[in-house]
């Protein structure tokens, strides 16, 4: 059991049968009354954020999250993708639900990070940063400018991002998987 005065930016708690990771927290002391903890917490399986007030000294089960790195290695049936175990070499099929909004930046041969709890896959960390070659974007006009504006660009996974005017077909861009946006060519 973890008690509030032991909260930690990252640590897994358990609450109401739902993984919550501790995003931000704040102990508050007020001058009349007793204390208590004002926290941030993510759903680890459906990526919600949601504020809570906890009093002091309250105690939650810890909740265990295995991390296991693995390696994309193709897209099956229906909404079923591959993946294999780095460590064991054992192969798993993911659905898209489990996978969430991040499938449309999955590459053949990425590695990624699966989240499991009590053996249950809660949800796949995509990396922050991926580097994604532009198949479809409409040509720059003559006037536009680096700095002026964007246009929509169609990556080699099918995502759509918005980039600058210079960049074209063929090129290769860095993009924030968290903000959908585009970073820089490479």
């Keep these: 059991m973890i008690s509030t005065n032991e909260f930690k930016t990252g640590l897994t708690i358990e609450i109401d049968g739902s993984v919550y990771a501790i995003i931000e927290f704040l102990h508050v002391k007020p001058g009349k009354g007793s204390a ?3 926290s941030k917490l993510k759903n680890v399986e459906t990526g919600n954020v949601m504020e809570k007030t906890f009093r002091a000294g309250e ?31 054992d192969q798993f099929t993911i659905t898209a639900e489990d996978i969430g909004s991040g499938i449309k930046y999955l ?12 053996g ?23 006037g536009d400018t680096a700095s002026g504006g964007t246009k929509t660009a169609v990556l080699e996974t099918g995502a759509s991002v918005q980039v600058p005017f210079f960049v074209k077909n063929g090129d290769v861009i860095r993009v924030d998987t968290r903000t959908n946006s585009y970073l820089d060519r490479v």
């Design 107 to 118: 590459k053949e041969n990425m590695s990624i990070t699966i989240l499991k709890y009590q």
């Design 120 to 142: 249950k896959i809660i949800g796949v960390d995509i990396p922050n940063f991926v580097e994604l070659e532009v198949t479809d974007t409409p040509p720059g006009e003559k």
């Design 36 to 38: 208590f903890v004002r």
């Design 59 to 89: 105690k939650f089960p810890r909740a265990i999250v295995e991390r296991r790195d693995m390696q994309y290695l193709y897209k099956g049936a229906e909404n079923e993708y591959m993946f294999m175990d780095n460590d064991s070499y």
